[in-house]
């Protein structure tokens, strides 16, 4: 069974950070390129990181350069999320997902194929 599986999220105080983890059972990450979204309620999907299967290239939103990093471990079969200097906006519910093919619409969610279900991130004092 193909599976994505988040985990790290929690509560946080404001100007906190916290890790997210993102791991695959079923397939191998390494072919795939990874992106990470969050999402309120009442609001859509925001794409905010992105990884190549390399690894060699990573994507940002405007909303979280300079205090997010990508990484990815493919011998783990791990993708990370590590988030410094959190916000309260930065609260959410958030997933990663697959994607293969030419690296346009990186924040776009109907370019994804595979999703985790999700992990609960905080930011709040």
């Known amino acids: 069974q193909l599976q994505l599986v988040e985990s790290g999220g929690g509560l946080v105080q404001p100007g906190g950070s916290l890790r997210l983890s993102c791991v695959a059972s079923?397939?191998?990450?390494?072919?795939?390129?990874i992106g990470w979204f969050r999402q309120v309620p009442g609001k859509e999907r925001e794409g905010v990181s992105y990884?190549?299967?390399?690894?060699?290239?990573?994507d940002y939103a405007d909303s979280v350069k300079g205090r997010f990093t990508i990484f990815r471990d493919n011998a783990k079969n791990t993708v990370y999320l590590q988030m410094n200097s959190l916000k309260p906006e930065d609260t959410g519910v958030y997933y990663c997902?697959?994607?293969?093919?030419?690296?346009?619409?990186?924040?776009?969610?109907?370019?994804?194929?595979?999703w985790g279900q999700g992990t609960q991130v905080t930011v709040s004092s």
């Open positions: 079923g397939f191998t990450l390494d072919s795939y390129g």
């Open positions: 990884i190549s299967s390399s690894g060699g290239r990573t």
């Open positions: 997902a697959t994607r293969q093919g030419p690296r346009i619409e990186l924040f776009n969610p109907a370019r994804y194929v595979y």
